[in-house]
């Protein structure tokens, strides 16, 4: 699903021009680097492929009724930026990214598997929810000045430079504290917290005003932390025989 949304959105944007100025690395059809059928049939595929793993956690777990979250999940990721109005150009990406890459994604993969959701899930879908929205924040960030040339709307435009900051800090920091209640139980999920010290760099460097380049260094580090946070949360969860219950 990440791999289609990006190509779904480098075909859409580079049919609108969007692209035409942008500061971090070239987009396929923006450059001209590939036709925008063959993106196009890119994004496709892999929703299609997608669509067949989800089906097969259907079948696995006997919960088909998720056949339409996956299918809502489809739709919102190519009209993100695709159609006639995309909601990504009227400020309402990062819900999106919310519900998709933090609800759905982090409560999907607990609930085909335990057949329930938790409380302590429920927190980690809206960390996991927030850091997508920080890493999204970040590349609108970095593209402020060219989305507002082209008309794209996105959060970050529509607040203006220094909320938008403000914004990316709160979402990352907002996502470190979440660390605390989750660990009420399972203290070695404290390790999670690890991740505090590149969000207080992360968080410094966009407050501080980050710009062009900076910014897509600032893009790849937030990414990085949304991965070693899910990964650290992961392991202190898992019912491994050497954590002290």
Known sequence: MQVGVNFAN????????TDQARQGPQRLVGSG???PSTVKAAALTAFALAGLAGLGLCYLSGHWWL?????GCVVLAWFYTGG??????AGLGEVAVFLCFGLVATLGTLYVQVSTVTWRGVLAAVAMGLLACAILMANNLRDLASDKRAGKETLAVKLGDRPARLVYQLEMWAAMALVVP????RWHVL???LMAVPTVR?????????RGAELVTVLKATGQVQLCYGLLLALSLAELSFWPY
Do not use: N, Q
């Open 10 to 17: 480098d075909y859409s944007d580079g049919l609108r021009g």
């Open 33 to 35: 680097a590939a036709r």
């Open 67 to 71: 056949v339409a979250v996956g299918l």
């Open 84 to 89: 006639r109005r995309p909601y990504g150009y």
């Open 182 to 185: 989750m660990a009420v139980g």
């Open 191 to 193: 390790v999670v917290l």
């Open 202 to 210: 992360l968080g410094s460097a966009v407050g501080e005003g980050a």
